[in-house]
């Protein structure tokens, strides 16, 4: 926090959501509060093979979980097509701004290309 970075925490399970308890993270309330304690920007996780996008809400901070579909699966995946994420980080500690773009297949096509663009932290 003092260094005033814009802080990225990686994680395998979503700590947001509900899902069965054998796909679940156990002690997701604790993750959830070490990220209102210490803070954090931006949280990443895997383990749905889904697109999603939730929040964890902290005191003056409103903290993005995304999750992304495998970026090997392909373009007719029963889960969703092949996909990846590049963000855009700019700004300064308190005016952070970060633009998430997805990239991967559309249904029916063979490359890659943007599909969609939004910011996710800041204006």
Known sequence: ?????????????????????????????????????????????????????????????????????SASAGPEDGRGAGRYNLYRISGEPGAWRCEMEARGYMAGQTDVSSRERRIIVGE
Not at 41 to 67: F, K, N, Q, Y
């Open 1 to 69: 926090k003092r260094e005033g970075l814009f802080r990225v925490v990686m994680i395998h399970h979503p700590p947001v959501g509900e899902r069965p308890f054998h796909r679940d993270l156990r002690d997701a309330k604790a993750f959830r509060k070490v990220i209102a304690e210490a803070g954090a920007e931006l949280v990443l996780h895997g383990h749905d093979h889904r697109a999603s996008l939730g929040w964890i809400d902290t005191p003056g901070l409103r903290v993005p979980v995304v999750g992304v579909p």
